[in-house]
């Protein structure tokens, strides 16, 4: 069965500091891994895709790392702002089917 | 170009009684999926779609639920004789081919069961 775990479930930060957001997956044979973000009440914005022959994507402050080896991904994001507070969703990506990760919930505080 | 539509946004049904509910995808767009997000759980799977045809669902419930993307109009999700654990977020994706990577998410359906 392939999951997706995402770890801290929750994390509060000062607003300057640096994120890390956590995910591992059991299967390594995926397609794509996909970090989303979602805020409250709102839908899915698509943040980074990275494909299963990349290691890495950047978009602005944000930085994706992949390392299909140990089945983990990670999320970057330099100087948080309040602006960043958010759920972020690690996903797998086989197929069509979207594997989600459970979340980190990301307070930055002003 | 409007993204992905869903309505209503919310949805209140008592128990015994039938949600549908509706996801217009981005134009151009002929493939479309369904999530739930129950409360305090991650997003799951539950059905792509493409014109007239149902490609896969294994994420569906066997019972109540059934889902169709006609010709003409929007997709609809439709659960039967809700009860309270249907409860949940409702999110229609929709994607031009078939790469898992170019799904747009609509702001989903919050559908609350008394």
């Known amino acids: 069965k392939q999951e997706v775990t995402q770890i801290p479930a929750a994390l509060s930060v000062p607003e300057g500091e640096n994120l890390v957001l956590n995910c591992s997956f059991t299967?390594?044979?995926?397609?794509?891994l996909q970090w989303f973000r979602q805020d409250p009440g709102k839908g899915l914005t698509s943040l980074l895709l990275?494909?299963?022959?990349?290691r890495e994507q950047t978009s602005g402050r944000l930085n994706a790392s992949l390392d299909k080896s140990s089945g983990r991904s990670t999320l970057y994001i330099a100087a948080s702002q309040p602006g960043d507070s958010a759920t972020y969703l690690c996903?797998?990506?086989?197929?069509?089917?979207?594997?989600f990760g459970g979340g980190t919930r990301v307070l930055v505080k002003p | 170009n409007a993204g992905v539509m869903q309505n209503p946004r919310h949805l209140v049904r008592r128990r015994g009684q039938e949600a549908r509910l509706r996801c217009s995808p981005m134009?151009?767009?002929?493939?479309v999926y369904w999530y739930r997000q129950l409360p305090e759980e991650g997003l799951k799977f539950m059905v792509y779609?493409?014109?007239?045809?149902?490609?896969?669902e294994s994420g569906m419930p066997k019972e109540r639920f059934s889902a169709e993307f006609p010709k003409e109009g929007p997709s609809i999700l439709r659960i039967q004789q809700v009860v309270r654990g249907d409860s949940a977020a409702y999110f229609c994706?929709?994607?031009?081919?078939?790469?898992?990577?170019?799904?747009?998410f609509g702001p989903g359906t919050r559908l609350t069961v008394t």
């Open positions: 994706a929709s994607s031009k081919d078939r790469n898992p990577g170019e799904q747009y």
């Open positions: 299967d390594s044979a995926i397609y794509n």
């Open positions: 990275i494909q299963s022959s990349q």
């Open positions: 996903v797998r990506a086989a197929g069509n089917k979207l594997t």
């Open positions: 134009k151009g767009h002929s493939h």
């Open positions: 779609l493409q014109k007239e045809n149902i490609i896969d």
